[in-house]
T-cell receptor
Framework: DAGITQSPRYKITETGRQVTLMCHQT?????MFWYRQDLGHGLRLIYY???????DKGEVPDGYVVSRSKTENFPLTLESATRSQTSVYFC??????????????FGAGSRLTVL | AQRVTQPEKLLSVFKGAPVELKCNYS??????LFWYVQYSRQRLQLLLR??SRESIKGFTADLNKGETSFHLKKPFAQEEDSAMYYC?????????FGSGTKLNVKP
């Protein structure tokens, strides 16, 4: 689905550097999420947002910062990258309506390597 | 606290064999459960939801509240079913995923 895009798709950085992963969706979905995917841990929720200017922590928020000034964008920032943050990061969105679907739609993922 | 457990990291079966991917959850209320699938070089996508009680690509999953399970089943596996499968639980606007099971269907 072209409706949710992540950039960059691949990023190599060094310990201590700041990195921002971008997520953009075109559906005007209320909810957006950031997950990291690691072997043995599956998908773990980092942060999520219920609407513009409303964000909340997930399971593993330490070391990450998010913002949501516009409904369509939900950037994830690693303020000082560490090797343990080497992972594949997935952005996802969900319509906030009362359709009862509660279905997540995922981006293609951003593979981050911290050296 | 809610938790989703997928005990098998890897499941290998031969084409045509039945397959069952296990998922157990811990949750005090009425859960809303899902199976997501990630095929090679594709995005994570919804496979099925327990509330719709549907069969997708021959897969079914039944919610067993007594055993707190939501196992994914298919009577005859196909090679194109090879993928990573994640069980997920929805609670208060958040989705919790298991660690995933990689299904390998051998010819």
């Amino acid at each position: 689905d072209a409706g949710i895009t992540q950039s960059p798709r691949y990023k190599i950085t060094e310990t201590g550097r700041q990195v921002t992963l971008m997520c953009h969706q075109t559906w005007s979905h209320s909810y957006m999420f950031w997950y990291r995917q690691d072997l043995g841990h599956g998908l773990r929720l980092i942060y999520y947002s219920a609407a513009a200017d409303i964000t909340d922590k997930g399971e593993v928020p330490d070391g990450y910062v998010v913002s949501r000034s516009k409904t369509e964008n939900f950037p994830l920032t690693l303020e000082s990258a560490t090797r343990s943050q080497t992972s594949v990061y997935f952005c996802a969105s969900r319509d906030g309506g009362n359709s009862g679907a509660n279905v997540l739609t995922f981006g293609a993922g951003s593979r981050l390597t911290v050296l | 606290a809610q938790r989703v457990t997928q005990p098998e990291k890897l499941l290998s079966v031969f084409k045509g064999a039945p397959v069952e991917l296990k998922c157990n959850y811990s949750y005090s209320g009425s859960p809303e459960l899902f199976w997501y699938v990630q095929y090679s070089r594709q995005r994570l996508q919804l496979l099925l939801r327990h509330i719709s009680r549907e069969s997708i690509k021959g897969f079914t999953a039944d919610l067993n509240k007594g055993e707190t399970s939501f196992h994914l089943k298919k009577p005859f596996a196909q090679e194109e079913d090879s993928a990573m499968y994640y069980c997920a639980l929805y609670n208060f606007n958040k989705f919790y995923f298991g660690s995933g099971t990689k299904l390998n269907v051998k010819p």
